[in-house]
């Protein structure tokens, strides 16, 4: 069956399978999670799958391509551990009223599976790119002041590569892009009713934006010093680096980065759907708009 056929067959079946009762993140969530994605491997059967249907949703929602794309793909081809990665960007744009841009990503590519194992990636990252499509058609709904670009890297799980191949690529000029508003993993608190944010450091201004949010959701928002361990890397000392806003940092690009601490499904084949705490997610989903309007009321004091 071809994945075009697929994709439309989720699309009608939604209703009836009761995704029509339930908000519609978790309707994509749900589909970006299901079996049939095979755990959304870049380069992947489930990956083409799975872009099919964010595509669908992008055009769902009304948004355009990119103005130097001829559609919502963005192909690159990058090596890691001397491992040659083929993986496909999928952008799309909203035009705002002043030359700036508000680049808002979610990486849609997880781990895939290893033999009768699937690791859905329920949490890391659909919950993300469900995010990201709500936020997408909240603000086609209204208007805006910068123009917003739709970011979904493939290939994060193999070192940020379509985030890089992305930046590297010139699509937009980098002193055109006003911050990066990275989505990852957000719906899963892991005992602790809490969001992660990362860039004030780096950028000051965005403090006070991070206050007035934490007051107005009542969700304690950790702005995390982004060189301590911290979080599900505890390894890693520099939390730039941490998810697809490190290849606009690596470019001087300021960025905010939304997350959950570590769980105990992270990069398990039990993050699935049904793990999700969906009061908790509904409240992460609702947070990253009040982000995404007022970066947007900020980009246009700058």
Not at 25 to 31: E, H, I, L, S
Not at 237 to 247: E, I, L, Q, T
Request: glycine share 8%; net charge neutral.
């Amino acid at each position: 069956m071809k994945l075009g056929r697929i994709v439309a067959i989720f699309l009608l079946l939604a209703p009836v399978l009761g995704y029509a009762s339930e908000p519609v993140w978790m309707r994509d969530v749900t589909v970006l999670a299901d079996d049939s994605m095979e755990g959304r491997a870049a380069g992947s059967n489930g990956s083409a799958l799975s872009r099919q249907y964010i595509i669908s949703r992008y055009k769902e929602i009304g948004l355009l391509p990119l103005h130097s794309l001829d559609s919502f793909t963005h192909p690159f081809s990058a090596e890691n551990k001397g491992k040659q990665i083929n993986g496909t960007n999928i952008v799309g744009k909203l035009d705002g009223k002043i030359e700036r841009y508000i680049v808002v990503s979610a990486h849609y590519d997880h781990i895939g599976r290893k033999g009768r194992r699937i690791f859905n990636g329920a949490d890391d990252n659909a919950s993300g790119v469900a995010a990201m499509l709500y936020l997408a058609a909240q603000s086609q709904a209204q208007s805006r002041q910068c123009h917003q670009v739709f970011l979904a890297p493939d290939a994060e799980e193999h070192g940020l590569l379509g985030a890089r191949a992305f930046v590297k690529a010139g699509l937009l000029e980098s002193d055109t892009i006003f911050v990066n508003l990275n989505l990852d993993m957000l719906s899963q608190p892991g005992g602790r009713e809490e969001v992660l944010v990362s860039g004030n450091l780096s950028h000051p201004r965005f403090n006070r934006l991070i206050e007035d949010i934490e007051i107005a959701s009542n969700m304690p928002m950790i702005a995390t010093d982004e060189r301590r361990r911290v979080g599900r890397f505890p390894n890693l000392s520099d939390r730039r680096k941490v998810s697809d806003h490190a290849a606009f940092a690596e470019q001087g690009i300021p960025f905010l980065f939304l997350g959950v601490g570590r769980h105990n499904y992270y990069h398990t084949p039990r993050d699935t759907v049904s793990r999700i705490d969906r009061e908790f997610y509904a409240k992460t989903v609702d947070i990253a708009w009040q982000y995404l309007q007022q970066l947007d009321a900020l980009c246009a004091q700058h």
